[in-house]
């Protein structure tokens, strides 16, 4: 979204503040032209290139021809590859290609969309910036150098690390708090080097630069136009162009009578602006929301404005110059400045004025939230289970160009929705279905890729059986040896279950949560890194439940109904509930949980959980408004129940615990539920990370207007209001609360991606979530999740978008619990988060009766890594990429770019060190894996090629650029020495992320 809800506040600013005192040297204006094109916000993707963004591409590259001066960077790749792909011309990318030569049309950032930083999921970053950074070097052999992430709501200290792994030499951010902003204005600090991750080296450190209070829209309201200043081309008309080439809001032309008033109001905005920083460069962004649909009359403005300000420079004191990032930067740089360093904090939450926290959208369209994960996890799964396929020797009759399309479809609907007005949740409704619609699109190729993989069998034959059962393939995409317990819906009570060799297998059947007609099976399953596993499923007859073949039935437990303030008797009657690792004791007077024992270290931690909503004021006349984005209570949250049931289905492998929350006692459906899982497996090497979490599944909605739903968790943990949530399921940041005088509540908001925790000098209580969400620590010993927000508010800007929030859905979401000890926890922290992300995924076909049990054997080829080693992707990559960038190029020249495919025998492999040095003694230490073994079963390991994040450069030769820093760097800890090319042994240190094609012997 663009700022325009503040420009009348900045307006005001431009007018009244003073220029300052001015550093030394001639004050040079960098004039950089761009257009802010978001993926979805208001409009659709396909509604925005017609409108406006197929026209930014073709009025642009006209109007760069004309103009040898002009400058344009270019950001987001899936409207610039949906121009290219569909509208330019032959003569039109002719042209691109000579002014990328040129260095006058520069792609900065490169990923298909600039991704919102908060509610993003770390894989999901990469993956979007390798889907646009592909696209160019395959088509250009081009590799931005430079971000331009001005418009993310707050900035994660993920993404410096990101940036520089992916070999840009300068990052910039605009959103963060605006007290911080005022005052590193103030105190000329809006650049630094940052220090992203407190365990990498400097080698992994980024310059940045903050945007001043302008942020990236050019200064407008200038008193003597009527219009918007120096947009000259108006404001987008939907659904397509005026015909007249008329638009609303067109300024008035720059003509002889009013150049110098122009001349006069940009000067005084680059003055007011250079007193910010240390050098006399000002990056004056020239552009804004949709801006350069009409190029060729912006720049037939802008042309003789800055001519008429360099012929009275003198006059003046500056000098102004059309500029990309790149011409900017490399001025900075040259000016050999010694900067301070910024650590490894980042700069969450965003407060944009004193009562507008934009804290609301780390919750809004919770659903979009959890099908974007979902479809990243299916992904995940497909490219891996795809690479074994593909390798040691395709087995099937599957075509590979077809199954690249159905990965590539997925990466690309995966990649569109990590948009800052996409995943926040922050988009109109009918946009949110766009994302929705892809994301489903691309699940489903992805889904049929799988079955024609893993379910390789021909289909049953005969029309008019039954089922009688099913045949379940369950793949598991994660590196290592899982322990879990997986969950068919069948239709039958009573089924006998059996694995590869016909042998038995623990399970249990019970009724289903979802569908009061159908029965939930579970099943332990012990599966190897990037293995099957197969199960049959058949029917039986309820009289031959003795057979040891047949799951055993769940009892169920049902408690009486319990009103909200129902008080707890004198020796209460608390009823445990047991696993080898934990006791949980619900409280049977009033239905909640009373307290959680952690057996290993056999301390006890009360704690109880219970669903509250803020109500929120939806006049603005009343007061501020909470919205997609912004969060603004009325008041603290209040419980949102009176009633609550309980049961409790006791099995021999699972006991599950379901809480039902009644709005009023008289309420036939409840609106909150909790179902709570122990599974029944003991701790040994695999099933451990399974016996150390308490799995809880929750219903909510749908909601009343104006409410935002939480989840708070309770305990006697003397936390001091300290709070611990992730940056993008990467690295963990602290969040103690802060006193503010001004909207204390949802300023100490944050965002949770993957997990967060609470804990005193004994425990450590850890969430582990499957989606994001907001997340807060209002007082001592809690932790509050919110899991729905439904909104509706008549502001009129709210309502001219329909950016108002009525989501009337059900959200279904999940948490992990983890409890004990701060070592036992840290150890298990990131290796269950990863497990909760990728889950196996369960393929099932329907079995006739005549069908007789295939019997596999195991699969003998596991990918095993060690346990602090996450295989972050296996993949074989859609794009090409060159060995040899020099030839790359030259065959770019020459207009045949090698193979007319992608290369089916480059495989992409990233490994990420999951712990921060020093947190645990034995999990963060260096990691060493020898890919040849590791590898072995895919093929002869002939080539490890080392490269950059987004494959796009190979790590010899990139150099990136180094800038002086005030306290020399921080040396943080030892990283990985230079490999020599083609050695197969590969360390990884304390959370590095680092990526390598490999090759096979063929
Ligand atoms: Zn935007």
């Known amino acids: 979204m663009g700022p325009l809800r503040w420009l009348p506040l900045f307006g005001q600013l431009l007018l009244l503040w003073p220029p300052a005192a001015r550093p030394a040297g001639p004050i040079r204006a960098f004039v950089v032209p761009h257009s802010h094109m978001d993926v979805g916000w208001v409009y659709t993707v396909q509604e925005s290139m017609r409108a406006y963004a197929a026209n930014v591409y073709t009025t642009v590259v006209a109007e760069l021809i004309r103009g040898e001066r002009r400058r344009f960077i270019a950001v987001e790749q899936e409207f610039f590859r949906l121009w290219w792909d569909g509208v330019a011309s032959e003569q039109q990318k002719q042209q691109v290609c000579q002014l990328l030569d040129e260095g006058r049309l520069e792609f900065v950032l490169g990923g298909q969309v600039m991704h919102d930083e908060a509610v993003t999921h770390l894989d999901d970053q990469i993956l979007q910036l390798t889907e646009g950074h592909g696209f160019l070097y395959e088509t250009f052999g081009i590799r931005p150098r430079f971000s331009w992430h001005v418009d993310p709501f707050g900035a994660s200290a993920t993404t410096p690390t990101l940036f520089a792994l992916a070999g840009f030499n300068a990052h910039l951010i605009s959103r963060i708090d605006y007290n911080l902003k005022d005052a590193m204005q103030e105190a000329q600090g809006l650049q630094f080097v940052w220090h992203g991750s407190p365990s990498l080296s400097e080698q992994q450190e980024i310059f940045t630069h903050v945007m001043d209070q302008y942020s990236y829209c050019t200064p407008s309201h200038i008193p003597f136009s009527n219009r918007s200043g120096f947009y000259w081309n108006g404001v987008a008309v939907f659904p397509e162009p005026p015909p007249d080439g008329v638009y609303p809001n067109m300024s008035e032309p720059v003509t002889v009578a009013n150049i110098h008033l122009y001349a006069e109001a940009l000067v005084a905005n680059v003055k007011q602006r250079v007193a910010w ?14 801006q350069f649909f009409n190029a060729s009359v912006q720049f037939d403005n802008m042309d003789p404005l800055l001519e008429y300000i360099n012929n009275h420079s003198a006059q003046f004191g500056i000098s102004v110059q059309y500029a990309t990032l790149n011409d900017y930067f490399q001025a900075l740089h040259a000016s050999n400045m010694t900067w301070g360093i910024h650590d490894h904090h980042d700069f969450l939450p965003y407060s944009s004025e004193p009562r507008q926290a934009w804290t609301g959208f780390y919750t809004s369209r919770s659903t979009l939230k959890g099908l974007a994960r979902q479809a990243s996890a299916l992904l995940y799964a497909g490219e891996s289970m795809f690479t074994r396929y593909m390798w040691p020797d395709p087995h099937g009759t599957l075509d590979p160009t077809w199954a690249l399309q159905q990965l590539q479809q ?47 069998r021909p289909p049953v034959s005969g029309t008019d059986t039954s089922p009688v059962g099913y045949s379940a393939s369950v793949y598991n995409p994660l590196a290592w040896k899982i322990t879990t317990i997986i969950t068919l819906t069948v239709a039958f009570p009573s089924v006998s279950v059996t694995d590869e060799l016909g042998h038995p297998v623990s399970a249990q059947i019970q009724n289903s949560t979802k569908d009061p007609s159908a029965y939930d099976l579970l099943i332990l399953t012990t599966i190897p890194g990037l293995s099957y ?12 439940a003795s057979t040891r073949l047949v799951a055993p039935r769940a009892n169920t437990l049902k408690f009486s109904l319990k009103l909200r303030n129902q008080t707890s008797q004198e020796g209460k009657l608390l ?51 909470s919205d997609n984005y912004l969060f603004a209570p009325n008041d603290t949250a209040e419980p949102s129940w009176e009633a609550v049931g309980m049961e409790m289905v ?34 040994s090497l695999a099933g451990e990370l399974l016996c150390q979490r308490i799995e809880q599944q929750y219903r909510v909605g749908p909601l009343d207007l104006n409410r935002e739903a939480i989840l708070r968790t309770s305990s006697d943990l003397n936390t001091q209001q300290v709070l611990y949530s992730d ?104 290796r269950s988060g990863v497990a909760l992300q990728h889950r196996p995924v369960v393929l099932l076909k329907e079995l006739a009766g005549e069908e007789t049990p295939v019997h596999r054997p195991h699969d003998p080829w596991p990918v095993t890594l060690p346990p602090n080693l996450h295989l972050q992707i296996l993949s074989i990559p859609g794009w090409k990429y060159s060995r040899n960038h020099t030839q790359h190029l030259k065959n770019l020249q020459r207009g045949h770019p090698g193979m007319s495919q992608a290369n089916l025998h480059r495989v992409l492999l990233r490994l990420h060190h999951l712990y921060e040095a020093g947190e645990d003694p034995v999990l963060s230490r260096p990691a060493t894996v020898d890919l040849k073994v590791a590898l072995g079963g895919l093929g002869s390991v002939v080539a490890v090629e080392e490269r950059s994040l987004t494959g796009t450069w190979d790590v010899q030769t990139l150099k990136r650029w180094h800038w002086r820093t005030k306290d020399g760097h921080l040396k943080g800890y030892p990283t990985s020495p230079r490999r020599s090319p083609g050695d197969s042994i590969v360390t990884v240190y304390p959370k590095e992320i680092r990526t390598f094609f490999i090759h096979f012997q063929q």
């Open 277 to 290: 920083f240390r050098t006399p460069h000002v990056l004056w962004p020239w552009g804004c929301d949709k």
């Open 410 to 456: 997925l990466r690309w609907a995966v990649s569109e929705v990590q948009h800052h007005d996409a995943i926040t949740g922050t988009e109109s409704p009918k946009v949110e279905s766009m994302y929705m619609e892809h994301l489903r699109m691309g699940m489903l190729g992805v889904r049929k890729l799988m079955a024609s993989i893993a379910l390789d």
């Open 533 to 544: 596993r197969h199960y049959q499923v058949r029917r039986t007859l309820e009289d031959q």
């Open 575 to 625: 009823v445990p509930v047991t696993n080898d690792c934990y006791t949980l004791l619900f409280d049977q007077d009033t239905n909640m949980l009373h307290s959680i024992r952690d057996r290993q270290s056999n301390h006890t931690v009360h704690m109880t959980q219970e669903f509250l909503e803020y109500q929120a004021n939806g006049d603005v006349k009343q007061g501020p408004i």
């Open 650 to 683: 006791v099995g021999a492998l699972a006991t599950d615990i379901r809480q039902y929350f009644y709005r009023n006692i008289t309420d036939q459906d409840y609106i909150y539920s909790i179902n709570t899982r122990l599974a029944h497996v003991h701790p």
């Open 727 to 830: 940056n993008n399921g990467y690295q963990m940041q602290r969040r103690p609360y802060k006193a503010f005088k001004s909207n204390p509540i949802p300023r100490n908001y944050y965002p949770m991606v993957q997990s967060a925790f609470i804990e005193d000098d004994k425990s450590r209580l850890v969430l582990l979530a499957e989606r994001a969400h907001g997340v807060s620590s209002q007082e001592n010993g809690q932790v509050e999740v919110m899991l729905h927000r439904r909104l509706w508010n008549n502001l009129a800007w709210d309502l001219k978008y329909n950016l108002t929030l009525n989501d009337t859905s059900v959200v279904h979401s999940v948490l992990w619990l983890l409890l004990g000890p701060k070592s036992t926890t840290t150890a298990l922290h990131p």
